[in-house]
């Protein structure tokens, strides 16, 4: 009987069969993907259920293989290898196969589930969406989706880790929910699970080309950045959802406008599902800090520090470029 894992391998050199180089090999993966598997298809994100419409290659080696997904009548993308195929299933054949060339191990589907943890002991969770007296999480390390009801969950913000102590575990209509305390919060990029933004079209920046202002002398503080001399710049992956009907506003401007006119609750909602889809969409993040300054400063920075941290994890440590401002995907 032949095992996945050969399966896995007999894909991928069907695949790439006369595909030289990263761009040519991309390419083949992403036209099997359009042979093998009939879209639109049902699959996972985060533990959610989305519609996959495509898998898609746009020439950015660096971003590789995406998914455009639909979720609540939104469009958004993701990297295909986060993309969660019923287990056994083409699309999971494929996705495995990706990942293989991507060096990466195989979709796990043999995690512990969230119903193994023990109720005597403390348990990590992501935020993904706070409600009044509920919030949406994923348990840690097993990615189940799980609403939490206790106090003070309508304190955490999306994308920080929360521990908490659990005390009650059951299922209404299919759904796990858990009850327990909240012991403590942080924010903790590299243990969302997230795929890093990718750093997309470097260029080389030199301070000697650059206007610094009317008078065209640099500014003290630009002192570090002209002595680090010539180097790469880049413009930032934004993730950032589109309505599913291509004549309507894209969602961050649609809560742009709800909030203007007073509908505050909704302009939340309609950011908070856009984390939910996607934690690393960083607009959502800046603009719900926003709009809580006025309530609650130390809230706000919650917020921001989501965003920044989730950014932060893209450069990574050694990181030495440039993120220019010019480029609108930076702002």
């Not at 006369?18 to 083949?28: I, R």
């Not at 992501?126 to 309508?154: H, I, N, Q, Y």
Request: hydrophobic residues 40%; contains cysteine.
């Amino acid at each position: 009987m032949t095992t996945w894992t050969e399966k896995v391998s007999a894909l991928l050199d069907e695949a790439l069969t006369d595909a030289h180089g990263d761009d040519e090999q991309l390419w083949a993966l992403r036209q099997a993907f359009s042979d093998g598997v009939e879209f639109p298809a049902q699959a996972q994100s985060l533990g959610d259920a989305v519609e996959v419409v495509e898998v898609d290659y746009d020439g950015h080696e660096r971003r590789g293989l995406f998914a455009r997904c639909s979720r609540r009548g939104m469009l958004y993308e993701m990297s295909a290898s986060d993309v969660v195929f019923e287990a056994g299933s083409v699309g999971a054949l494929h996705v495995d196969a990706y990942r293989k060339w991507l060096g990466m191990e195989p979709i796990a589907r043999d995690v512990p589930a969230a119903s193994d943890f023990a109720l005597d002991e403390p348990l990590e969770v992501v935020v993904v969406r706070p409600r009044d007296k509920a919030v949406r999480v994923r348990v840690l390390p097993s990615g189940e989706s799980m609403t939490l009801r206790c106090a003070g969950v309508g304190d955490l913000v999306p994308g920080e880790v929360a521990t908490i102590q659990p005390n009650k575990r059951w299922s209404f209509k299919g759904h796990p929910y858990l009850s327990g305390d909240v012991l403590a919060h942080r924010v903790d990029a590299a243990a969302l699970g997230l795929a890093p933004l990718e750093l997309l079209d470097e260029w080389p920046w030199d301070p000697d080309e650059e206007y610094w202002g009317e008078d065209d002398e640099p500014p003290d503080w630009a002192e570090p950045m002209i002595a680090a001399g010539v180097r790469s710049s880049f413009e930032m992956e934004t993730v950032a959802p589109h309505a599913a009907d291509p004549y309507a506003d894209p969602p961050i401007l649609m809560a742009i406008g709800m909030y203007q006119r007073g509908e505050m609750s909704a302009a939340r909602e309609l950011l908070y599902d856009m984390l939910e889809d996607d934690l690393r969409c960083l607009d959502a993040h800046a603009h719900l800090g926003s709009w809580e300054l006025d309530f609650s400063p130390r809230r706000a920075l919650r917020h921001f520090e989501v965003g920044l941290r989730i950014g932060e994890f893209a450069l990574g440590d050694a990181f030495d470029g440039v993120l220019q401002w010019g480029r609108l995907d930076n702002r």
